[in-house]
């Protein structure tokens, strides 16, 4: 009995493996990796962190621009040319209109921004751009100084306890109380202890996210079946009821705001009929344009507005700490604006700052907040100066820290140099892919860093940091987290300047 047993799951393995196509690159006549069955080339990924990995196959054919390999059961092609992503995600992008994540129609999550694609998110970009203005981007500013009352708080708390301030825990706070004041316009618990605002940003991009954003790549046939939510229900369920409520409070009082809430209940009323029509022309599916359609955009603006910017902000002063004389370097520019104005850095003060931004592109240089950027062809593609044609469907992607370290692409690059970015014709942008590339870039990127000049500047301005006896250098990161985490924590000492 037991041995028929082994031999059908034998069989059972041999059968899947046959069906992930195990010989679909070298048919192409692709460099690949043969993949293992139900695994594929993922098995090393069960003892190394996701960055760890991606490295891991970055360094497999060190000589060719691409190369194929198995996403567990799911051929997949593995860019590694500056000049090839250029070409995937800018020249040639109405082949690639698709991002690599998928979610079903069941997941409050289905409907963002970030997943959708063709005409679909075409709409949806359109609806959503004009929040990100420059006009727009100037309400940061009230959004950081409510925050900084609250820092300033904290800080003098750990000061007079003589602790050390956990630096991640500080920025989350802050990145969390901007972005939920710009989307749902309410204040929020992010600097008491027990925030429930700061436990769904954690929840987001737990490991348990992270999974389904895998399997939403390889198998989305799966994702549908079981009917996977993207987030909890508890991280959906908390957001629904804001915006519920926020939305049911502006129906009833006169609020003016022109900002994402706004929007949303403008579309939400000028929702125009579809005839019965469900799909585009190009067999996108038609947005409901409704609440759903809302908290699907308020979830990935959520998302990708907190945990990013603060863990950016947090490596920053990690490496300003380790680095005094950059530290000091970027707080003289900063001093320099602020006497001559009289004032904090304001937006319109951004563009002085030239040093703090080069600092702020190397940190996400050095620590890129996502793994990866992944796309799906939308449309056949024949790739430029060679035979290789890729049939829709097919899944490619580049890993984000493997790219930005590798020395042809940025020398040393386990230093910290700021001047890397002095000259912007140095850097290939097919290189620095931390916001993405071509039209799917990042619509919040200069949300981001509009946020994160005007908080550091401000800490900056007041305050030295120091690397705490605490803090184990080099930091560490998490393994499995969908954004970059430090794990302890990055614990800095934190002098009030002038004290």
Known sequence: MLLIILGVLTALVF???IYSSPFHWKRKGVPYLLPLPIFGSN?????????????????QFPDEKYFGFHYFMKPTLFIKDPALMKDICIK????????????????????????????AWKEMHEKISPLFTPAKLRC???????????????????IAANEPVKIERLTIGIATNVIVQAIFGIETDCFEENSKFVDVG???????????????????????????????????????????????????????????????????????ERNGKQYFPDKTKMPNNDFNTALAQALIL???????AAMTMAFFLYEAALNQEIQ????????????????????????????????????????????????????????????LTIEPGTLLIAPTKSTQWDPKNFPNPEAFIPERFADK???????????????????????????????????????????????EVPVKQCRYTAVITPNPGIFLDVEPIGA
């Open 15 to 17: 059968l899947l493996w």
């Open 43 to 59: 098995l090393p990924s069960f003892r190394m962190s996701l960055t760890d990995f991606y490295d891991y196959l970055y360094s």
């Open 92 to 119: 040639d992008f109405e082949h690639f209109t698709r991002n690599g994540f998928y979610s079903n129609e069941d997941d409050p999550l289905g409907e963002n921004l970030l997943f959708i694609y063709g005409q």
């Open 140 to 158: 940061i500013q009230g959004y950081v100084e409510n925050s900084m009352v609250k820092v300033h708080k904290c800080i003098k708390d750990k």
């Open 202 to 272: 954690n929840k987001m991009f737990c490991t348990k996210t992270n999974l389904k954003l895998v399997l939403s790549m390889i198998a989305p046939d799966l994702n549908d079946f079981f009917k996977l939510h993207t987030f909890g229900e508890d991280v959906n369920n908390f957001l629904r009821n804001i915006l519920k409520n926020v939305i049911k409070y502006r129906e009833s009082n006169p609020v003016k705001n022109q900002d994402f809430v706004n929007v949303m209940m403008n579309m939400m009323k000028t929702a125009k």
């Open 302 to 308: 959520y998302a990708g507005g907190a945990e990013s």
């Open 328 to 387: 000091d370097k970027c707080r003289d520019e900063i001093m320099a604006v602020v006497n001559e104005t009289g004032t904090d850095i304001r937006p319109e003060d951004i563009n002085e700052l030239t040093y703090l931004d080069m600092a702020l592109k190397e940190t996400m240089r050095k620590y890129p907040p996502f793994a990866l950027i992944a796309r799906k062809c939308t449309k056949t593609y024949k790739f430029r100066d060679s035979d």
């Open 425 to 471: 014709s140095t850097v290939d942008s097919g290189a620095y892919i931390v916001w993405g590339l071509g039209p799917r870039i990042c619509i919040g990127k200069n949300f981001a860093k509009m946020e994160m000049v005007l908080a550091i500047s401000r800490l900056l301005r007041n305050y030295k940091f120091t690397i705490s006896s605490k803090m």
